[in-house]
Each structure stands twice: as structure tokens, then as C-alpha cells.
């Protein structure tokens, strides 16, 4: 499957959850948040939301500073 994820094209195995796609990349789905096709997904709902071919996400890190 092929999804967009910040600007760069990404090919995934299956359909994964949003929660799986994290774990899949590396990510760490603690202080993150996602937005797929420019709609905020709330994390309560990553390991049931599907990522389907052609979506767009967007995923954000939180970054600590002051």
C-alpha cells in the first residue's frame, strides 16, 4: 500500500492499523499525534482506524524546549 507521510511517499506491507503503521516505521506513538487527509485522529482511536492506500498523514512530534 502506498500512503504519503509528511510530504515523502512510504509503501507499507498489508493494511495496518495507524497504531501498527507507528510501530512499523519506528515510531513511538508517545508524544505523537496524526492527522490523516488533514483530519486530527484521536489516539483513542489508532489501533482501530485503518490506514487506506493513498492517504495523506501527517505526523507530529512533540519536542520539549522552553
Do not use: C, K, Y
Not at 30 to 48: D, F, K, M, Y
Amino acid at each position: 500500500m502506498n500512503i504519503t507521510l509528511n510530504d515523502a511517499p512510504v509503501a507499507l506491507p498489508g493494511t495496518p492499523s495507524l497504531l501498527e503503521m507507528l510501530e512499523q516505521l519506528g515510531h513511538a506513538p508517545e508524544g505523537s499525534a496524526l492527522a490523516v487527509n488533514q483530519t486530527i485522529i484521536p489516539r483513542s482511536r489508532w489501533a482501530e482506524q485503518p490506514v487506506n492506500e493513498g492517504d495523506d498523514i501527517l505526523l507530529f512530534q512533540a519536542i520539549a524546549g522552553g
